[in-house]
């Protein structure tokens, strides 16, 4: 079994930027004769940068995301920018 979940991180300013982290968590158990095992990863996915130019996704790859698309897949992220 295998679970995953986006979650927007807590907002981090500098010089005027502010950079809102995107982090990706799964969690995984096995079960091996009489006992079960849980494993738990996360890794970031993505990063938000709100400048005064504009609110911009960034990927971990470099390349820009889709800001309306990453707002639905990750919960709590539009509450997050709006407080911004």
């Not at 981090?12 to 096995?30: C, D, M, N, Q």
């Amino acid at each position: 079994m295998e679970k995953k979940r986006a979650h927007a991180g807590s907002p981090l300013e500098v010089a005027g930027v502010t950079i809102v982290p995107v982090t990706e968590a799964s969690l995984s158990s096995r079960q091996w004769r009489n006992s079960v095992a849980f494993f738990c990863r996360a890794h970031p996915v993505s990063v938000v940068v709100v400048s005064p130019s504009g609110k911009r996704a960034i990927g971990m790859d470099g390349e820009e995301v889709s800001l309306d698309s990453l707002l639905q897949e990750v919960p709590g992220l539009k509450e997050t920018l709006d407080k911004i």
